[in-house]
Nanobody
Framework: QVQLVESGGGLVQAGDSLRLSCTAS????????MGWFRQPPGKQREFVAA????????YYANSVKGRFAISRDNAKNTVLLQMNSLKPEDTAVYYC?????????????????WGQGTQVTVSS
């Protein structure tokens, strides 16, 4: 039974920082590229960030470059998303995802597994 469990969402003000965490179980974590996606209110789900199986390379949407950082700890089966300088437009439900092919994860938004999501709300 595969599970991706997110935590760390909350209510913050513009300019604040927040760190999201996703812990995986039921899979061989090091065999999967990991990513974060988000769905703002009334909009489609969009790509945020991704990281390779070893953590050696990271990829970001233009909207979050320089503000967000993705990392992973394979010993803990965990992927993190550090979010700095948050803006109201960052308000969304954030989902972690696992996919064996990182190109598929980034481009197709159709990973092998989704987490349940965690709410991030940024007030002006």
């Amino acid at each position: 039974q595969v599970q991706l469990v997110e935590s760390g969402g909350g209510l913050v003000q513009a300019g604040d920082s927040l760190r999201l965490s996703c812990t995986a179980s039921g899979l061989t974590f090091s065999s999967y590229a990991m990513g974060w996606f988000r769905q703002p209110p009334g909009k489609q789900r969009e790509f945020v960030a991704a990281i390779t199986k070893t953590g050696d390379n990271t990829y970001y949407a233009n909207s979050v470059k320089g503000r967000f950082a993705i990392s992973r700890d394979n010993a803990k089966n965990t992927v993190l998303l550090q979010m700095n300088s948050l803006k109201p437009e960052d308000t969304a439900v954030y989902y972690c995802a696992a996919e064996r092919e990182i190109a598929t994860l980034i481009s197709l938004m159709d990973p092998d597994y989704w987490g349940q999501g965690t709410q991030v709300t940024v007030s002006s």
